[in-house]
C-alpha cells in the first residue's frame, strides 16, 4: 500500500508543479492544487459534512476566527487548513491557523499550504495549543524530483481518510520531532565526537586499556573514521552493492562493493600486449566505490552504476558507461610532473583536464559526466 501510495503522491506533485504557474490567486491554487491534495488523501470535496470551505470557529461573538477549510469526521473539524497563493506562504500565516486551532478543541492538526508545500502543525507543547514551528513540511516539488522524505511520507499515509487518528497525532508528532533532533545530534557529535561520547564509544566496543587522556585523543579520529564507514556501509547494502559480512570496517574501498556486472580487469577491448598499472586500477577502484556516496536519493543512478567499464590502451587507460565511444567518462594518464594523476574528462559536463594528487578532486565532474551519460544511453 506504502509503494502504490507513493506513486500516486509523485504522479500527483508532478502535476501540481506543472499546474502552479496557472495558480494565479488563492481561489485558483485551491481549486487546481488544494483540493486535488484532498482528493489523493481520500477526502471528498464534494461532500459538505467531510470537507467544510470558509470553516468558522469562535471563542466569543467579539474574537471570530476562520480558515480556508476544515477536514471532518463524523461532521466534527479535526484538521484545519489555511490557504495561500502560490508562493505567498509567510510565517504570519499560521496566525489565522492558530486561532481556528486553538479555538476547537476537537481539531488536533492544523496545515498552512501554498499548494505546494504543506506545512503540519499540531499541539506537541500544550494541549489544545497549535505548535509554532510545523513537525512536518512536505514540498511537492521535490516530491515531484521522486524525492520523498520517509517522515513526510509516513505523515500524509497517516493523514488518509480511515487513517487519520486523532488521538495520536500528537504523539506521532512527538516522536518525529524527538527522531529529527536525536537525527541531528547524532550528526553532530558523529562529525567531531567530543571526549564523552570517545568514552562511551571505547567501552561499548570494548576497547582494552585506561582511559586516559591521551588514549582518548588518539581514539576520537578512529571513532569519526568509523562513523564515516558505517555510513558508507549503510550506503552500500542499500544498493545492493554488498553484503553485510563481506563489508570492510574502515574507510577504505571495500573490495565486495563492486558490482557483479563490473570486472576488476580491464575490458576485453584493451590492446594486446598492454599492461594495466596499480595506478589505473586504483583510479578505476575509486570510481566504481566513490559513485555510489556521490549520488544522492536517486535509485535509478544506482541501478546504473553497473554499467561502469574500463578499457586499458597503449597511451590512455577509459573509463566508460555501456559503450567506450558514446559513453566515454574520461580518459587517464599517469602524470609525470606536478602531479600524480591526469584525466581528460567529456565536456560540457565534465570539467577538461584535471591534474591532481587527490582522486577526491574528480569527484564534481566524474558525478556531472556519469549523470550525463545515464540520461544518454539508458
Not at 239 to 264: K, M
Not at 311 to 322: A, E, G, M, N
Amino acid at each position: 500500500m506504502s509503494d502504490d501510495f507513493r506513486t500516486r503522491l509523485v504522479a500527483h506533485a508532478a502535476l501540481a508543479v506543472d499546474r502552479a504557474a496557472r495558480a494565479q490567486s488563492e481561489a485558483a491554487t485551491n481549486q487546481y492544487l488544494v483540493l486535488p491534495f484532498f482528493q489523493l488523501l481520500g477526502y471528498d470535496p464534494l461532500d459538505p459534512d467531510e470537507v467544510v470551505p470558509e470553516a468558522h470557529a469562535s471563542f466569543s461573538d467579539k474574537f471570530k476566527n476562520r480558515v480556508d477549510f476544515a477536514i471532518c469526521q463524523e461532521k466534527t473539524p479535526v484538521i484545519a487548513v489555511e490557504s495561500k497563493k502560490v508562493g505567498a506562504l509567510v510565517e504570519a500565516n499560521r496566525g489565522e491557523l492558530k486561532g481556528y486551532f486553538n479555538a476547537l478543541a476537537s481539531v488536533k492538526l492544523g496545515i498552512l499550504t501554498d499548494g505546494l508545500v504543506f506545512q503540519l502543525y499540531t499541539d506537541t507543547g500544550a494541549e489544545n495549543m497549535m505548535d509554532n514551528e510545523p513537525f512536518v513540511v512536505i514540498d511537492l516539488t521535490e516530491v515531484a524530483r521522486d524525492q520523498v522524505e520517509t517522515n513526510a511520507l509516513d505523515a500524509l499515509m497517516r493523514l488518509r481518510k480511515g487513517t487519520f487518528d486523532p488521538a495520536n497525532v500528537g504523539a506521532d508528532a512527538r516522536r518525529k520531532m524527538h527522531v529529527a533532533a536525536y537525527a541531528d545530534a547524532l550528526q553532530r557529535v558523529l562529525a567531531a565526537p567530543d571526549e564523552r561520547f570517545v568514552r562511551v564509544m571505547m567501552d561499548v566496543a570494548n576497547i582494552e586499556g585506561r582511559r586516559t587522556s591521551r588514549m582518548v585523543e588518539e581514539h576520537a579520529p578512529l571513532v569519526r573514521e568509523a562513523s564515516d564507514a558505517m555510513l558508507d556501509r549503510k550506503i552500500l547494502e542499500r544498493v545492493g552493492f554488498a553484503d553485510r559480512s563481506n563489508l570492510v570496517r574502515i574507510p577504505e574501498p571495500p573490495p565486495s562493493a563492486v558490482p557483479p556486472e563490473a570486472s576488476p580487469e580491464p575490458s576485453p577491448a584493451g590492446e594486446m600486449g598492454v599492461v594495466t598499472t596499480e595506478a589505473e586500477m586504483q583510479v578505476f577502484d575509486y570510481v566504481r566505490t566513490r559513485l555510489p556516496f556521490l549520488i544522492e536519493r536517486d535509485e535509478d543512478l544506482y541501478q546504473k552504476l553497473t554499467g561502469i567499464r574500463c578499457v586499458d590502451h597503449k597511451t590512455v587507460f577509459c573509463v566508460f558507461y555501456r559503450q567506450e565511444r558514446k559513453g566515454k567518462l574520461f580518459n587517464f594518464t599517469e602524470g609525470t610532473r606536478g602531479s600524480r594523476y591526469r584525466f581528460e574528462f567529456v565536456a560540457p559536463e565534465g570539467a577538461g583536464w584535471v591534474n591532481t594528487d587527490n582522486l577526491s578532486d574528480i569527484d564534481g565532474p566524474l558525478l556531472a559526466a556519469f549523470t550525463a551519460r545515464a540520461q544518454e544511453l539508458g
